[in-house]
T-cell receptor, first 112, second 114 residues
Framework: SQQGEEDPQALSIQEGENATMNCSYK?????LQWYRQNSGRGLVHLIL?????REKHSGRLRVTLDTSKKSSSLLITASRAADTASYFC????????????FGEGTQLTVNP | EPEVTQTPSHQVTQMGQEVILRCVPI?????FYWYRQILGQKVEFLVS????????KSEIFDDQFSVERPDGSNFTLKIRSTKLEDSAMYFC????????????FGQGTRLTVV
């Protein structure tokens, strides 16, 4: 598997439900960042979690990081139709300088 | 809220032509990046730039590519002789520092090489 792989690839839920997306990576990291991308648009930064942090919240977003399992999850609570987008994790690996390595993304569809 | 701006939003060019993609990073940021996303694929790192020089580049960033900070605000990516496979969305990003700081991305320039 490659650095920064998300699952599921696609997720379809009803408005009001929670959405959980997972990301796995292979190497040691400084931090992990989550981004949202609406179709054909730019990348919107959601949250950064450092390697020494286990959980972080921002509004309806909750991110966890388990460095022993090399995995992270993004939880969106009380989803809205406007949350429909692709969600990517990106890792800042210790060995890779300043680059971010992105995963394939999860396409989230929130049905009204 | 400060943001990274990119121009143009869409560029169509003939194969073999030179293109310059422009970016204005967030004003107090010191690190600048270019990434690209081929349609349906992952976002890929191209190059990072700090203190007026390239700090890191990927295998994709070959001699066809160059970056420049021509003045205090702009950051450009030049592709000297475009190929069909250069068609992609190109994203500029900037960050305040190198370690453990958020990288903020622009809206992207969609480059179509015909």
């Amino acid at each position: 598997s490659q650095q920064g792989e998300e699952d599921p690839q696609a997720l379809s839920i009803q408005e009001g439900e929670n959405a959980t997306m997972n990301c796995s990576y292979k190497t040691s990291i400084n931090n992990l960042q989550w981004y949202r991308q609406n179709s054909g648009r730019g990348l919107v930064h959601l949250i950064l979690i450092r390697s020494n942090e286990r959980e972080k919240h921002s509004g309806r977003l909750r991110v966890t990081l388990d460095t022993s399992k090399k995995s992270s999850s993004l939880l969106i609570t009380a989803s809205r139709a406007a949350d429909t987008a692709s969600y990517f994790c990106a890792t800042d690996a210790i060995a890779s300088g300043s680059r971010l390595t992105f995963g394939e993304g999860t396409q989230l569809t929130v049905n009204p | 809220e400060p943001e990274v701006t990119q121009t143009p939003s869409h560029q169509v060019t003939q194969m073999g032509q030179e293109v310059i993609l422009r970016c204005v990073p967030i004003s107090n940021h010191l690190y600048f990046y270019w990434y690209r996303q081929i349609l349906g694929q992952k976002v890929e790192f191209l190059v990072s730039f700090y203190n007026n020089e390239i700090s890191e580049k990927s295998e994709i960033f070959d001699d066809q590519f160059s970056v420049e900070r021509p003045d205090g605000s702009n950051f450009t990516l030049k592709i000297r002789s475009t190929k069909l496979e250069d068609s992609a969305m190109y994203f500029c990003a900037s960050s305040e520092g190198r370690l453990n700081t958020e990288a903020f991305f622009g809206q992207g320039t969609r480059l179509t090489v015909v």
